[in-house]
T-cell receptor, first 114, second 114 residues
Framework: QQQVKQSPQSLIVQKGGISIINCAYE??????FPWYQQFPGKGPALLIA?????SEKKEGRFTISFNKSAKQFSLHIMDSQPGDSATYFC?????????????FGKGTKLSVIP | DAGVTQSPTHLIKTRGQQVTLRCSPK?????VSWYQQALGQGPQFIFQ???????QRGNFPDRFSGHQFPNYSSELNVNALLLGDSALYLC?????????????FGPGTRLTVT
């Protein structure tokens, strides 16, 4: 059972455009939602994260929007650059798990073309 | 400040063999989690070690085992390798004393089973 569903699988955006990646979750116990960025041959790097008590969090060009009632959250990348081309993963976890184990989506491969 | 390090970078093994992967956590971190990332998929939680004990385990068979040392470094052992064990194995570290959800990943070990 996949607990975090991510879409789209791949995304092509023009340089300067907005990239939007969506995730939906099933487990209402989740209380921490990070996004990771992964370049080929590298491990995932923590990009930005949000807790369900806020609806939006912004860090530079990256913004997470969170809709608790719909059990959905999304990553917006403003002014997308070719250097943003990578695979992005949403994830979720909860303190009740004891270990804060992360449940990941399947990833979105973003290509930003000049 | 050294991040999470893993060794070796790449490994090729034959079916039925055993393999040991190593991880050193980020400075100041005391908790190590292991994840398996199949090609084109998101990472999947294998288990987590804290205070030299396995704290939680994902849906992986007993062929997967681990260990944490007093210096917080960790090993992942896989016995009786199967072709399906070919994947990128990721180590993530965190600091339990802060109750932190943030996990930082290493570059991974690419395991190929032939």
């Amino acid at each position: 059972q996949q607990q975090v569903k991510q879409s789209p699988q791949s995304l092509i955006v023009q340089k300067g455009g907005i990239s939007i990646i969506n995730c939906a979750y099933e487990n209402t116990a989740f209380d921490y939602f990070p996004w990771y960025q992964q370049f080929p041959g590298k491990g995932p790097a923590l990009l930005i994260a949000i807790r369900p008590d806020v609806s939006e969090k912004k860090e530079g060009r990256f913004t997470i929007s969170f809709n608790k009632s719909a059990k959905q959250f999304s990553l917006h990348i403003m002014d997308s650059q070719p250097g943003d081309s990578a695979t992005y993963f949403c994830a979720a976890t909860y303190s009740g798990a004891g270990s804060y184990q992360l449940t990941f989506g399947k990833g979105t491969k973003l290509s930003v073309i000049p | 400040d050294a991040g999470v390090t893993q060794s070796p970078t790449h490994l090729i093994k034959t079916r039925g063999q055993q393999v040991t992967l190593r991880c050193s956590p980020k400075s100041g971190h005391d908790t190590v989690s292991w994840y398996q990332q199949a090609l084109g998929q998101g990472p999947q939680f294998i288990f987590q070690y804290y205070e030299e004990e396995e704290r939680q385990r994902g849906n992986f068979p007993d062929r997967f085992s681990g260990h944490q040392f007093p210096n917080y470094s960790s090993e992942l052992n896989v016995n009786a390798l199967l072709l399906g064990d070919s994947a990128l194995y990721l180590c993530a570290s965190s600091r339990d004393s802060l109750g932190t959800y943030e996990q930082y990943f290493g570059p991974g070990t690419r395991l190929t089973v032939t």
